[in-house]
């Protein structure tokens, strides 16, 4: 694998760190600004919107630019986001700078996954898109717990400065790694939008927005599944955590291959065993050595989605991909809001710390569902590229 993939490996794990280590500094936020908990929870939120803006008005207005200096663009942005973060001096300011943080989130790993793809043999490429999304999974391993840790000591602002001077690193290395990559002939904005006529786009988009929301459904409650009911300390849901981030890395490899071997039988494996971890979850959590085992496997198998979901997009969208595969990061990211909202009603209905996991299994099963008809509607040989298909263009591979 080329050096140019550990450069965009090493901006997404600064966007996951980013956006990942809000949650654990909530508490050191709201009291240095002078708000309430729930408030600094909309710091959350106004990353996720400018994810789901930026994703499709930055990858339009840049679709006609050469995609390395697309890339790098789209990383000092990102960077320059956090430094206004860091240096924010109230909650306005802050919300406002989270947003700028996220616009290019999208249009990043959009932009990225088809430069990963191109950079590589055709049979190779789910693979290295697994590659730069590895910098998302390993950040929760390594960046959120350093950078949680990090903010308690030193307080958030610090935290913040340490994703500037990765987003910088990861600016440089893509200058620096990654070969000039031409925008395709013929691309513009109409041309991408005319991706989205494909009904097999929607099912796979819809896919993300209902499988993934099984994932999330369960994550964003998983503290307090973790402590009132498995009995982990405040301290050792740190090391839990860190396990999941390993079954993420785990899963996001495994994907990769699994997707350049039978790329449609892993999007059903992996949604329907993502499925069956939420409900054992609901059983396992309650003791401590089970709930870690399994903690472990919901990482894996709802991770296991990203790299073959992302492959399967690029296959459906050849010739204009860009734009839809940064629209999969929009979609993730709807999963992340829906997910969070159904487990939350399920809390708040009374139902028990477990219920988020049945939520999520249930979500799960809704994406395999949705995976198993797109599969069964997609005819053998109908993907075929056309013959004025770009010479940049992702061909399809073995389902």
């Given at each position: 694998?080329p050096l140019a993939l550990v450069a965009l490996a090493v901006t997404a794990f600064a ?160 200058a620096r790694l990654v070969p000039t990559l031409p925008s395709h002939p013929g691309a ?16 796979a988009l819809g896919t993300v927005v209902f499988g993934c929301a099984g994932l999330f ?183």
């Open positions: 694998m966007i996951g760190t980013t956006e990942f280590a809000a949650m654990g500094l909530l508490p050191q936020i709201a009291g240095d600004l002078e708000v309430s908990i729930p408030q600094a929870g909309w710091l959350i939120s106004t990353y996720a919107i400018g994810v789901v803006i930026g994703a499709p008005l930055l990858t339009g207005a840049c679709a006609r630019l050469p995609r390395k200096g697309v890339l790098i663009g789209l990383a000092a942005l990102f960077t320059v986001g956090n430094l206004l973060c860091a240096v924010a001096p109230n909650f306005a300011l802050l919300a406002a700078a989270r947003l700028v943080a996220g616009l290019p989130h999208g249009a990043f790993f959009g932009a990225g996954a088809v430069a990963a793809a191109e950079l590589v043999a055709p049979h190779l490429r789910a693979r290295a898109v697994s590659v730069m999304f590895s910098g998302l999974t390993v950040a929760n391993i390594v960046g959120v717990p350093v950078a949680t840790l990090l903010g308690q000591q030193l307080g958030w602002r610090a935290a913040m400065l340490v994703v500037v001077g990765i987003g910088g690193l990861g600016t440089f290395a893509i513009g904005l109409r041309r991408e939008l005319s991706t989205f006529r494909s009904g097999q786009l929607w099912l459904a369960c994550y964003s409650y998983i503290t307090p599944i973790l402590t009132e009911v498995a009995g982990f300390s405040e301290g050792s849901v740190t090391v839990v955590l860190a396990l999941f981030g390993v079954g993420m890395t785990l899963g996001n490899v495994i994907g990769g291959y699994a997707a350049d071997r039978a790329l449609r039988p892993a999007i059903c494996a992996a949604f329907l065993l993502m499925a069956l971890a939420l409900a054992a979850f609901s059983v396992t959590a309650r003791t401590e050595w089970s709930a870690a085992i399994t903690v472990v496997l919901i990482g894996l198998f709802g991770f296991a989605t990203v790299p073959t979901v992302q492959t399967l997009v690029l296959q459906k969208a050849r010739r204009a991909p860009t734009l839809a595969s940064a629209t999969v990061q929009g979609a993730f990211n709807l999963a992340n809001a829906q997910g969070a909202f159904f487990g939350g009603l399920a809390l708040s209905a009374g139902l028990g710390w477990v219920s988020p996991a049945l939520v999520g299994a249930v979500l799960a099963a809704i994406g395999f569902l949705i995976a198993a008809v797109s599969w069964a509607l997609d005819r053998p040989g109908a993907q075929a590229a056309p013959a004025e298909a770009s010479a940049g263009a992702v061909p399809q591979p073995v389902a």
